[in-house]
């Protein structure tokens, strides 16, 4: 077993895997690292989703653009979840209360915390592993195949397995870029320029501006999983102003959204000429008589709204 201050000297992601199960006893020693994590309010708002099904890991693999998904020895989808806390909480007769955004932030963090306890155990008993965000590439498809519920959504997928490669470590950016003191500082544009200098070795190109764009500039991959994020994380409970099972009748009507915008061009979409809030009721328009049609957040009455209006053919 390495010691910590080896592990992270040298440790690097693994993307390719001998077809070998783990030893026998390793994957209690991963669930127990997994486990032993702290989270918040020992709430414990997360759940590992292991992917033991051979055709239902070749489809997660496809669905993210990430065939090492299939080679690990195990692969689990890190889930943040606040399903299985409201369930305890209503089965003692509590009322779930509406905290959608701070839900997320720390199902989150707890979802992380306990995938990053088991994949340094992972890498101490000398597995190689290797965490998945393209799990977000098609979120809405994962999320059906593994049956996910409200309150549960992927925060990203986690590989281990007995390593076929040797990476050497990749490099980081100073030191001083990402730890600051007491106030949070600018950055100098020669600093800016030496993070490109220190980052050229993960790089193909030689630029690592390349890379930040692709991913992350107008156009890029984050931009395009942002819209299926969106809606899926609204569907699952934890957007403000976006009610869930509203939602989720819109959507089998054929109208998705992900944000309140959305729900409005929605909305203008089928053909409304105007969709107008004010507190506690909203109104599409032109319709009959201009009732008021729901009472509630302005997410909630607009979707109720949509739900009780008449087809727009009528429009
Ligand atoms: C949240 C997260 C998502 C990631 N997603 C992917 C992925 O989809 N596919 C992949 O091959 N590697 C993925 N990685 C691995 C990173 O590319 C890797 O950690 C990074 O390049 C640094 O390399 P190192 O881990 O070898 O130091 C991900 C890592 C994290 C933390």
Same mark, same amino acid.
């Given at each position: 077993?390495?010691?910590?201050?080896?592990?992270?000297?040298?440790?690097?992601?693994?993307?390719?895997?001998?077809?070998?199960?783990?030893?026998?006893?390793?994957?209690?020693?991963?669930?127990?690292?997994?486990?032993?994590?702290?989270?918040?309010?020992?709430?414990?708002?997360?759940?590992?989703?292991?992917?033991?099904?051979?055709?239902?890991?070749?489809?997660?693999?496809?669905?993210?653009?990430?065939?090492?998904?299939?080679?690990?020895?195990?692969?689990?989808?890190?889930?943040?979840?606040?399903?299985?806390?409201?369930?305890?909480?209503?089965?003692?007769?509590?009322?779930?209360?509406?905290?959608?955004?701070?839900?997320?932030?720390?199902?989150? !963090?707890?979802?992380?915390?306990?995938?990053? %306890?088991?994949?340094?155990? &992972?890498? /101490? *008993? =000398?597995?190689? +592993?290797?965490?998945?965000?393209?799990?977000?590439?098609?979120?809405?498809?994962?999320?059906?195949?593994?049956?996910?519920?409200?309150?549960?959504?992927?925060?990203?997928?986690?590989?281990?397995?007995?390593?076929?490669?040797?990476?050497?470590?990749?490099?980081?950016?100073?030191?001083?870029?990402?730890?600051?003191?007491?106030?949070?500082?600018?950055?100098?544009?020669?600093?800016?320029?030496?993070?490109?200098?220190?980052?050229?070795?993960?790089?193909?190109?030689?630029?690592?501006?390349?890379?930040?764009?692709?991913?992350?500039?107008?156009?890029?991959?984050?931009?395009?999983?942002?819209?299926?994020?969106?809606?899926?994380?609204?569907?699952?409970?934890?957007?403000?102003?976006?009610? !869930?099972?509203?939602?989720?009748?819109?959507? %089998?009507?054929?109208?998705? &959204?992900? /944000? *309140? =915008?959305?729900? +409005?061009?929605?909305?203008?979409?089928?053909?409304?000429?105007?969709?107008?809030?004010?507190?506690?009721?909203?109104?599409?328009?032109?319709?009959?008589?201009?009732?008021?049609?729901?009472?509630?957040?302005?997410?909630?009455?607009?979707?109720?709204?949509?739900?009780?209006?008449?087809?727009?053919?009528?429009?």
């Amino acid at each position: 077993m390495k010691n910590l201050l080896e592990l992270y000297q040298t440790r690097a992601s693994v993307r390719r895997f001998k077809p070998e199960p783990l030893r026998p006893g390793d994957l209690e020693k991963l669930l127990l690292a997994a486990q032993r994590a702290p989270t918040d309010a020992t709430a414990q708002m997360y759940t590992l989703l292991r992917i033991t099904d051979r055709e239902l890991r070749d489809r997660i693999a496809q669905l993210s653009d990430n065939p090492h998904i299939a080679y690990a020895a195990e692969f689990f989808l890190v889930l943040a979840d606040v399903y299985r806390l409201r369930r305890m909480l209503e089965f003692r007769g509590g009322v779930w209360g509406y905290w959608p955004r701070t839900a997320a932030h720390f199902a989150i !963090a707890d979802a992380v915390l306990a995938g990053s %306890a088991l994949a340094t155990m &992972a890498e /101490s *008993l =000398g597995y190689g +592993i290797c965490w998945i965000g393209g799990v977000l590439n098609h979120i809405e498809a994962i999320g059906e195949l593994c049956g996910l519920p409200e309150g549960v959504f992927p925060v990203a997928g986690l590989c281990v397995g007995v390593p076929d490669e040797a990476p050497a470590p990749r490099p980081r950016l100073r030191r001083e870029l990402v730890v600051h003191e007491n106030r949070y500082r600018a950055y100098r544009p020669e600093e800016l320029e030496a993070a490109y200098v220190d980052m050229r070795p993960i790089t193909r190109s030689g630029d690592w501006y390349r890379v930040l764009s692709r991913y992350f500039a107008a156009g890029g991959t984050m931009e395009r999983r942002e819209p299926p994020y969106q809606r899926y994380v609204a569907r699952a409970g934890f957007d403000p102003d976006l009610p !869930a099972e509203p939602l989720k009748r819109l959507q %089998a009507e054929g109208i998705e &959204a992900g /944000s *309140l =915008g959305e729900l +409005i061009e929605g909305a203008l979409a089928q053909g409304w000429g105007a969709v107008r809030l004010q507190p506690g009721s909203a109104w599409l328009e032109p319709e009959p008589g201009g009732t008021p049609r729901g009472e509630d957040r302005p997410g909630e009455v607009l979707a109720q709204a949509l739900l009780k209006a008449p087809k727009p053919h009528g429009l």
